[in-house]
Every structure is written in structure tokens, then in C-alpha cells.
């Protein structure tokens, strides 16, 4: 299926987004906390860029400030190379706990972005029936958040975002929240689903596996305040970024990037 | 905790009423130890309770006197959810009318509602208006404080995903937050009518013509002590019936809220 | 501007800026209290006494006595009942609490009585405590007992039913008995949750006793205003009512701080009134 993103000029050598010099700092100068220092960061079209780094290093604090939900202290957040202003359809955001609507039912959840925006009736239904089915959702239209498993919730929450025809997808360590079973099974799926439709990626994990398998390019970020330790650009096999995650985590390839990225973790979280 | 399953704990419920109402009749029997005019024995109650839906009892029938509280305590609790629903949303949203309007309600909200019965009772009378504008005011601070509570409540990011998709200040407002804060609303409703109903007794008792708590005083000075135990439990079994009667809109006005709960 | 600017600066905190609004809320509307009554004398001092006016008979009832007693009187009078409502109802309502919690059967059969209790309004015991006890100290008190049992009875079942299981077999492992267990685990553990039914009874105690007040006695501060309502005494009926108030806030805080102090192990003492 052609998606809008690959018809979507886009200028070669400009990145979709980037991320300029940006650092927050949350309280006063000073006396407050210095989230992220400093980082550049970005993501050209159709690329699938991994964040990782250990806990509370300021990656989603990166995050909130890619989306625009958060002014940067300091820095630019650019979209094709123009500032991006307030959030919106343009980026799509998938947070770590979900942040469905309780008082909506599925279809309801991710019909609300098409609906805030003025989409037509019409085109509302037909993107949201391709996307139910897409996701899996087909069966579960009428049901509300609270009666989904944390796996079914996720996926709604991924619909919702697909659903607007983002030209940037904004993942909070989307899968942080699931257990390890249904994480392999969405994990697969938004491998397959970057695969086949080239959507533009900025994805934030703490799972070092997760990143050097979706990812194209992965980003080492170190301990608070975050700064870019590494940037890790990993060979694009066509067996391993193909198969599933069982399959791929065998790839000698694999093993390397794992490592090495492993260890520079390792080393910010071992670090005095 | 080992809870009984539900049909069992609702026989051992009945069982327990039976034999406490047995202890009462056996208690206040003729001739037993508690003299009838202390405590009437059930069937004087019952008997009472009888005659009253027929016979007026210091001039109403029973079902009038009940109306009667309920219109007021009714009218009462709607009049300040109009004006509490509203007042409590804006002011969580709007942070300038919180710092205004708040150190009012700060000041207002510890006194007891009923200690402005006799403010009202010489501005007003001892009209509806009068008790009517107490049951207001014992209503209006739960509304107004769970109105803003529920909107404190709504997780923020839910409010970021409305605005990563799209949504400007009043669609969020109005399809995420008011929504989403439904079923605090509901248990803020139940507490609202809570205080409303427990002040009206008061009113009734200190400044009416009409009423359950009416009912109750004049039972008292008369020494009608089954008339009052009926009043009594009249008082008891609206209160349940109108908190059980909210509870039940949940379902309708929130069913997502309902379902949850459900599966725990 | 100016203001956004500030705050952008870090300059100006919420806090302050809050208790700036609610500073300038408050003084306009006694401002507006003063003009309309002392100033412009829109409202006719029968209905509506000035603040002065208000003040004025504050310091007169501190000394002179109104309907009997001095407002010192009438303060110490409504303490000394309230008191001995709520002390009834702690030393019934725990213990109670700790056996519904503990002993199923002894809840199944006592809840029907409770529940009664539970949702009659205070108010509604007025008749029967007056027709039981006439206009003496024991009708108040027994209204601040109804309306202070409840609270003790459910957040003390609450904090037991709550108490983690493991700590109460860690307990038994180290060979304490019921007693010991109830004495050194159990009690502290559901101690903020007791605490918790210790605020809500004392303000619903406090509530109720000013309605007995209203309607039957000769002392307190719920009789004095409603002398104040029979002699037209708007001012006295603000005296009382702001007396009310604020004594219901002083004892609050009190028992609120007292907390960590009676609770050391808690570290955060939550607000939490529900």
C-alpha cells in the first residue's frame, strides 16, 4: 500500500526532523535540574532512528521536546527544515502508557485525531477500518480501553497515531509497559510496519535489543544531564531486519551491534 | 481477607436483620424491659408507618412530607451543581480564577452549613427559600472542590496525546477532560446530595412547615416515639435510594468507567 | 507582560502569585462589606452589620455575657461536649473496627446496626437524644457520637483489612502472639488510616454538635447563635458563625500536625480526607 509518506517531496540532505542544540532544564538557572544538554539529533526520511541510554537520562524529556510538547530551554526542533512549532498531525506521539481515552471506545480513540482535524466523514471511516485492520483491531471497535489487555491497548494507541498519516512517528518507549511475550509479537509488527510503509521513526527504548533491532541508526545517549554519547549506524541486512526478532538476534551482525552498544550503555550506568 | 461470596453474604445479611428486629421485639414487648415510649416495639412502628400514608400527621400525609423533603433537597443540590459543575471546571482550568475565587471558598467551607440556618431563617423566613439556600450551600462546596479535583484528576497525558493529535484548548476541555472526568463527577454528585440531605434534616427540624425532619421534632415533642422511628427511617431509606439512584446513572453516563471496575 | 515576563524568569513563583490574587480577592470583598454597609449604608444594619459592627460585638460577648454565658463560655461549653462525643466514639469505634476486620461473623451480624447508624444523618438523632435525654449534656454528646462512630469504625476496618499479610506472618514467625501481633504490626500499620477516621470524626462531631446546639440547650456556641437569630442579632450570628469556623479549622490543623509527632514512621503525612 503507497502511503503519503513516500510521496512526500522531501529535500535531499534535509532531514525530516531535527533536533538543533536543544537542552531543557526543568526550575531556575542554576538551581534547577539540566534534563538534556545539548543534543543534536536527526532523522531523515523514511528512517528509523533509536534512542537508547539508561533510566533517566532526559530521552524522553528528548521526546516531549521532539513532539512539542515541551519548549526547549535551549535549541530548535526542525520539520523539513523549518521550525515545527506546537505539537500536532504532522508528528504523531505513542507513549509508554498508552494515553488512550478511558471514556471513548476504540474506534472512538482513533477517530479523534481525524475528527479534531476536520477530516472528512467519509474518509474517516475508510482510514479508520484499514487501520483496524492493519493493527487487529477489527474485533474490538466497540470496546472501551479498560476491557483490552496492556498488548491490545498499545496497538490501539499505534492506530491512533498511523491513522492521522504522520509524517513523523514519536515512540516513548512504547512497549516499556508490556510484558515480554506480547513486547516480541508488537515488536515484530512495527518492524514489519516501518518495512513496508518507510515511515519516519524517532523511537526512544531502554532495551538495547529493541533498538538495534528496529533501529537503522541508534543513538547512545549518556546518564542525566543526557547528552549524545554515540551515534551507531547499523548495516541494513536484508535477513535480519526481515525475519523475526528469534531469527535476527542469531545474526553475527546482531551480536556485534548488540555488544557494542551494550557496552557503552554499560558504561554510562556503571559510571560514578 | 476472606469475603463471603455474594449470595451468601446477602443471606447472612437478612439472617442478622431478622434477629436484631427479634432483639427489638423481644426487648420492647409489653411488659419487657424497655418502655414503649423510649423505644416502640416493631409493630407500633409498622402500624404507625401504616396510618400515616392516609392519615396526615401534623398536617400532611407521610408521602407529603416526603415530597416535600425531596423537592427541597432536590431543587437544593441541582441549583448548585449548575453553578458549582461550572465554577469548579474553570477554575481548574483557568489558574487566575482559582487564586481569586478559592480563598473565598477557603474561608466559607469550614463552617458547618447548618450554622447559617438562622442567618438564613432571618433573611428568608421559614419558607423553602430558607432551606432551600442551606441545602444550596451544603451542596455547593462537594461540587465545586470535586469538579475541580476531577479535572486535577485527568492524567496530563492524555491532554498530550490530544494535542499531538490535533486538538486545540477547547476540544481538549470539553472531549477529553470533561469526559474523562465523568465518573468523578458521578461520586462527586453522590457526596454533593450526601450533604445536601443530612443538612435538610436540620433545616427541617429548626424552621419548616413540612418535612421528614419536621416529622421527626414534632414526633419528639408530642412523645410520638413510633411516629419518629418511622421518620427516622424514612430519612434512612431515601438517603440510600437517591445515593443508589447516582450510582446507577454511572452506568449510563459513564459505562467505560463501569466496565472497568467490573474487571478489577 | 510584565508578569509573564517575571515568571518566565523564574522571578515570581505560583505560590506567590496565588496568595497575591487571593490577598487582593479577599481584602475587595471586605472592602466591599465596609463601603456598602459602614460607608454607603446600602444595607440596613438590621439585615446586614458592618464589619465594625461585627468586631464591636466580638469584644463585647468576650466579656459581657449573651444568653448566659460569655463567648469563652459558650466556646469551652461546646469543647467540653464535643470532646466527650468523640472520645466515646474513638474508644468504641476502634476496637469495633478491629473486630469487624478480623472476625467476619461478629460484622455480618452487627453491620445491619451499623449501617443504620451509618446513614441516618447525625441531625436526624437530634429527636430521639432530646426525647431520651431531655436538654442535658448527654443528647449533644450522643450526637457526636453518631456522627463520629462511623468514621473511626471504617477507616480503623480499612487500615487493618489493609495491613500487608506478610508482615503480619513475618510477625508470627518471629513468634508473636494475636496479642503482640495486634500490638506491635497491626496497629501501627493501619495507624495513618486511624488517624485518617480521626479527622473525618472530629469534623463530623464538630458539624453535628452545632446542630444539637441549634436545636436544643442552653449553652454553646450553636444556642448562641440561635439566641442571636430570636433577638435579630445578625452580628452575634456572624460572631458565632465565624467562631464555628474557625475553631473547626484550628482543631483540624492541630490533630493534622500532630501527626508526625504520634505517627513518627510516617514519613508523608498525605491530606487525604477521603
Known amino acids: 500500500m503507497p502511503h503519503d509518506n513516500d510521496t512526500n517531496k522531501s529535500i535531499p540532505g534535509q532531514p525530516k526532523l531535527e533536533l538543533r542544540h536543544i ?124 476491557e483490552l489487555s496492556g498488548g491490545m491497548q498499545q496497538r490501539v494507541a499505534i492506530a491512533r497515531a498511523l491513522v492521522m498519516q504522520p509524517e513523523i512517528l514519536l515512540m516513548d518507549e512504547p512497549f516499556g509497559a508490556l510484558d515480554a511475550q506480547t513486547r516480541t509479537i508488537l515488536q515484530e509488527e512495527v518492524q514489519r510496519l516501518h518495512r513496508e510503509q518507510h515511515y519516519t521513526v524517532l523511537f526512544i527504548t531502554h532495551s538495547v535489543e529493541e533498538a538495534v533491532y528496529l533501529g537503522d541508526r541508534v543513538v547512545v545517549m549518556t546518564k542525566r544531564p543526557g547528552r549524545i554519547k554515540k551515534e551507531i549506524s547499523l548495516p541494513r541486512d536484508v535477513v535480519w531486519k526481515t525475519g523475526d526478532i528469534e531469527e535476527a538476534a542469531e545474526h553475527p551482525d546482531f551480536i556485534t551491534a548488540r555488544r557494542e552498544i551494550w557496552s557503552l550503555v554499560r558504561e554510562e550506568i556503571m559510571a560514578p | 481477607m476472606d469475603r463471603l461470596p455474594g449470595s451468601k453474604s446477602f443471606l447472612v445479611g437478612i439472617a442478622a436483620i431478622g434477629c436484631w428486629v427479634i432483639v427489638w421485639w423481644w426487648l420492647t414487648r409489653s411488659g419487657g424491659p424497655v418502655p414503649t415510649l423510649y423505644f416502640p416495639s416493631p409493630e407500633d412502628v409498622w402500624t404507625k408507618f401504616v396510618r400515616m400514608w392516609t392519615r396526615p400527621y401534623i398536617g400532611s400525609t407521610l408521602l407529603e412530607h416526603i415530597l416535600s423533603s425531596l423537592y427541597i433537597v432536590l431543587f437544593g443540590w441541582a441549583v448548585a451543581a449548575v453553578v458549582g459543575i461550572p465554577l469548579g471546571i474553570a477554575m481548574a482550568w483557568w489558574k487566575k480564577l482559582k487564586w481569586i475565587v478559592f480563598p473565598i471558598f477557603q474561608i466559607i467551607r469550614p463552617v458547618p452549613p447548618l450554622a447559617w440556618i438562622p442567618l ?59 469526559r474523562t472526568a465523568l465518573p468523578t463527577l458521578v461520586a462527586a454528585a453522590r457526596m454533593a446530595l450526601g450533604n445536601a440531605w443530612s443538612t435538610l434534616v436540620a433545616a427541617e427540624i429548626l424552621a419548616a412547615t413540612a418535612g421528614l425532619g419536621y416529622v421527626a421534632v414534632n414526633a419528639s415533642q408530642l412523645l410520638d416515639t ?21 450510582s446507577l446513572t454511572q452506568r449510563y453516563l459513564a459505562p467505560w468507567s463501569v466496565t472497568s471496575v467490573q474487571r478489577g | 507582560m510584565l508578569e509573564r515576563g517575571l515568571s518566565r524568569l523564574g522571578m515570581v513563583s505560583n505560590r506567590s502569585k496565588s496568595l497575591f490574587y487571593g490577598f487582593l480577592s479577599l481584602t475587595s470583598l471586605m472592602l466591599i462589606w465596609f463601603l456598602s454597609t459602614s460607608v454607603f449604608e446600602l444595607i440596613e444594619p438590621r439585615v446586614l452589620p458592618s464589619p465594625v459592627a461585627v468586631v464591636n460585638q466580638l469584644i463585647w460577648i468576650i466579656e459581657v455575657p449573651f444568653s448566659g454565658l460569655t463567648l469563652p463560655g459558650h466556646i469551652l461549653s461546646s469543647l467540653e461536649r464535643w470532646g466527650w462525643g468523640v472520645f466515646t466514639a474513638m474508644v468504641i469505634g476502634i476496637p469495633v473496627g478491629v473486630l469487624f476486620a478480623w472476625t467476619p461473623w461478629f460484622k455480618s451480624l452487627m453491620n445491619p446496626v451499623f449501617e443504620l447508624i451509618h446513614f441516618i444523618p447525625p441531625f436526624a438523632y437530634i429527636p430521639l437524644a432530646v426525647l431520651w435525654f431531655g436538654a442535658s449534656t448527654a443528647t449533644q454528646a450522643m450526637v457526636v457520637f453518631v456522627a463520629a462512630f462511623p468514621a473511626f469504625v471504617i477507616n480503623t476496618q480499612l487500615g487493618v483489612s489493609q495491613v500487608d499479610k506478610i508482615l503480619v506472618d513475618a510477625a508470627r514467625v518471629y513468634g508473636a502472639g494475636p496479642f503482640a501481633t495486634l500490638r506491635r504490626v497491626v496497629i501501627p500499620a493501619a495507624a495513618p488510616s486511624i488517624y485518617t477516621g480521626l479527622r473525618i470524626a472530629i469534623s463530623n462531631g464538630w458539624m453535628a454538635l452545632v446542630g444539637a446546639e441549634l436545636v436544643v440547650g442552653k449553652v454553646g456556641l450553636g444556642f448562641m447563635i440561635s439566641q442571636g437569630q430570636e433577638n435579630a442579632s445578625v452580628a452575634t450570628i456572624f460572631v458565632g458563625v465565624i467562631t464555628i469556623g474557625w ?28
Open chain 3, 247 to 274: 475553631l473547626g479549622v484550628m482543631i483540624d490543623t492541630i490533630v493534622q500536625r500532630s501527626e508526625r509527632y504520634v505517627l513518627p514512621w510516617r514519613k508523608n503525612v498525605s491530606l487525604n480526607s477521603g
Open chain 2, 226 to 246: 413510633d411516629v419518629l422511628l418511622v421518620a427516622m427511617f424514612m430519612i434512612a431509606i431515601l438517603g440510600i435510594a437517591l445515593t443508589a439512584l447516582i
Open chain 2, 120 to 178: 438564613t431563617i432571618l433573611w428568608l423566613g421559614i419558607g423553602d427559600i430558607a432551606r432551600m439556600s442551606v441545602v444550596f450551600i451544603a451542596a455547593l462546596v462537594p461540587w465545586l472542590m470535586n469538579s475541580m479535583l476531577a479535572v486535577y484528576s485527568v492524567d496530563k497525558i492524555l491532554i498530550d496525546a490530544g494535542k499531538t493529535l490535533g486538538a486545540n484548548d477547547r476540544q481538549i476541555l470539553t472531549r477529553i477532560v470533561c
Open chain 1, 23 to 146: 537542552t531543557k532544564r526543568f526550575g531556575k538557572e542554576g538551581a534547577g535540574v539540566l534534563a538534556v544538554d545539548d543534543c543534536s539529533l536527526s532523522v531523515e526520511n523514511g528512517e528509523f532512528v533509536c534512542v537508547v541510554g539508561p533510566s533517566g537520562c532526559g530521552k524522553s524529556t528528548l521526546m516531549t521536546v521532539g513532539a512539542g510538547l515541551e519548549d526547549a530551554t535551549e535549541g530548535d526542533v526542525l520539520i523539513d527544515g523549518e521550525p515545527a512549532g506546537p505539537p500536532g498531525p504532522r508528528r504523531s506521539v505513542v507513549f509508554q502508557k498508552f494515553a488512550l481515552f478511558p471514556s471513548e471506545t476504540v474506534e472512538q480513540n482513533i477517530k479523534f485525531g481525524l475528527q479534531m482535524t476536520g477530516v472528512p466523514k467519509s474518509e474517516q471511516e475508510s482510514r479508520l477500518v484499514s487501520q483496524l485492520r492493519i493493527m487487529g483491531l477489527e474485533h474490538f471497535r466497540k470496546a472501551y480501553p479498560s
